[in-house]
C-alpha cells in the first residue's frame, strides 16, 4: 500500500521554461558584471553537464565548475544571486495544483530534486505549492539521484514498498527507484515512451485515475 509520494520537481512539478535562464542574467547585474549571451549559454550548458561529473551538489564544485566552461572568474556570491534569482522562476499549472489537492489528501508528499534544497523551496513558494509537501529533499544533502542514497532519504522512515516515485526522468526518477523496491511512475508529458515496461502518465491529472 503506498503511503508516501516521492515527487521530481523539474518538469515534473514545475515546467522549466528557456526564459528561466534569465535569472543568469539577474545575477550579473547584481555584481555589476557585464555579460553576453555567449556567457548565459556557456553558463547555463555547465549547469547542465555537471552531473556528469559531480554526484552531489556543492556550490564551491558548482561554481568553479560554471567558470571554468565559461572561461571567466566570478565572486562566490554570484551563486547566492543566482539562485536566489532563480527563486522567482516556478509557474506550474492549475492542472497539478488540482492534482496535488487531491493527492495529499490521501498521501505523505515530498520532494525529491536534484538541485539545492533552499532554491527548488523558493520555487515551490513562488508556484504556490510548498504547502502540499511535506518535505524537500535536495541534492546538496545527499548524493544525486539516482544514486541510491537519495531515495532512502527520500523514504525515510517509510518501507520502501510504501513509496512512489513519479517524474519525468526514465533513469531518475524511475529506474533508480524501481532498483530499490520502490514503485514508479513516469510522467512522459512529451509522449516519447511508447513500451509497456515501465507504468506510465501522459498527464499529470492521470494521477488521480491511478491513486
Ligand atoms: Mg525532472
Not at 516521492?6 to 535569472?23: A, C, Q, R
Not at 555547465?46 to 556550490?59: D, H, S
Not at 534544497?117 to 529533499?137: C, D, G, P, W
Amino acid at each position: 500500500m503506498i503511503k508516501r509520494i516521492i515527487f521530481d520537481l523539474d518538469n515534473t512539478l514545475i515546467p522549466w521554461e528557456e526564459e528561466y535562464w534569465d535569472s543568469l542574467k539577474g545575477a550579473f547585474k547584481r555584481i555589476n558584471y557585464s555579460f553576453n549571451d555567449e556567457m548565459i549559454n556557456k553558463l547555463s550548458q555547465a549547469v547542465g553537464e555537471y552531473e556528469k561529473y559531480y554526484p552531489i551538489y556543492k556550490k564551491e564544485d558548482l561554481l568553479a565548475f560554471m567558470e571554468k566552461y565559461a572561461n571567466i572568474d566570478l565572486p562566490d556570491i554570484f551563486l547566492d544571486y543566482w539562485l536566489e534569482e532563480l527563486g522567482y522562476c516556478a509557474k506550474t499549472s492549475q492542472e497539478i495544483i488540482d492534482t496535488l489537492e487531491y493527492l495529499y489528501q490521501k498521501y505523505d508528499l515530498v520532494v525529491l530534486t536534484n538541485w539545492f534544497t533552499s532554491s527548488q523551496t523558493e520555487r515551490l513558494i513562488t508556484a504556490n505549492i510548498l504547502k502540499y509537501f511535506s518535505k524537500v529533499y535536495g541534492a546538496d544533502e545527499f548524493l544525486i539521484k539516482p544514486y541510491p542514497e537519495s531515495y532512502l532519504m527520500a523514504a525515510n522512515g517509510y518501507q520502501l514498498s510504501e513509496c512512489l516515485m513519479i517524474g519525468d526522468n526514465l533513469n531518475n526518477d524511475v529506474k533508480g527507484a524501481l532498483q530499490l523496491g520502490m514503485k514508479a511512475i513516469y510522467f512522459d508529458l512529451e509522449n516519447k515512451y511508447h513500451g509497456n515496461e515501465y507504468q506510465t502518465i501522459k498527464k499529470f491529472s492521470d494521477l488521480k485515475k491511478i491513486l
